[in-house]
């Protein structure tokens, strides 16, 4: 068995950064070295019973994202496959999140295919252990620890988040949802495709203070006044200031936020950051106390 089924992503990323220290003999590199992952995951408690893990090789196809399978004819061997024609950032991420396979799910199947099919119509527990996967790589590949220490050092805007996205070597968007859940910030993030909202990040504070953007529509669309709704502003990566009342109906006037905009090359995809001024919760509320920041899993592995 390669785990309890209490064992969470996060908890074993955190694992295998602590033999990855001892590896080394010293600090685990900025990019983790998903080789040495590869490599060293045998020989650890959650390599009972495997002698190797294959290098990745690529599987170039539109639909595929990745594959964990295990050796019919040697069943102490493991192999991962990944889509080759994306970025290398996504490439890390897919490879990273199939090792998250490994090392939480190899003792229910022999195979894991993490096809688009799958991540978007597969059944709920398909889509749990594709989640749990996911908070593995993600966990593995940008440890909470240095990324607080990183972000809570200065002014947070899109050239210091995108520095922080080269220094792991993942997707500037994942590092941005990274970022949500572990800023102090009131910090939302809205992902628009083809002008309209995909989803919606909240970070923990802005939850307690409810802060959410104002909806009008379904599905919805850029708010009137806002850089995402300016076709002619493409970057806004320094961010402008504006009322926090024109994004986010429950504020009082006089608050402010500072919006921030990337627009993908093809320009029909863009990121929306929204960075508030703090608030206290407010005294009558409590129902943030039950509700913790959500989304879907297809929504995030779009993402990667």
Sequence with gaps: MSATHNLTGSIAASH???WLRAWYGADVPEAVDLDVVRQMLPTTPYGKGVREIRPPVQFNDDAFEGMLARDPGDPEVWGIAYNGTVSPQRQRFTIAHELGHFVLHRDRQQ???CDK???YSGHETMRLIEREADDFASNLLMPGD????WISNGRIDLHVLSAIAKRFEVSFEALCIRFIKFTSQRAILV???NGYAKYEWRSSSAVR???RIRRTGDPQEPLPGTLAADASVVQA???IEMSAAIWCPEEAPY???REFKHSYTSRDRVLTLLLLESAEPRAWDRSWQDKEISASHAEFYASR
Aim: no cysteine; hydrophobic share 35%; aromatic share 16%.
């Design 111 to 113: 195979r894991f295919n």
């Design 209 to 211: 203070t409810r802060a």
């Design 16 to 18: 295998v950064h602590k």
């Design 146 to 149: 240095r990324l607080r220490e």
């Design 255 to 257: 608050m402010k936020l």
């Design 117 to 119: 099919e799958s991540v």
């Design 237 to 239: 990566w320094d961010g």
């Design 191 to 193: 992902y628009w495709d």
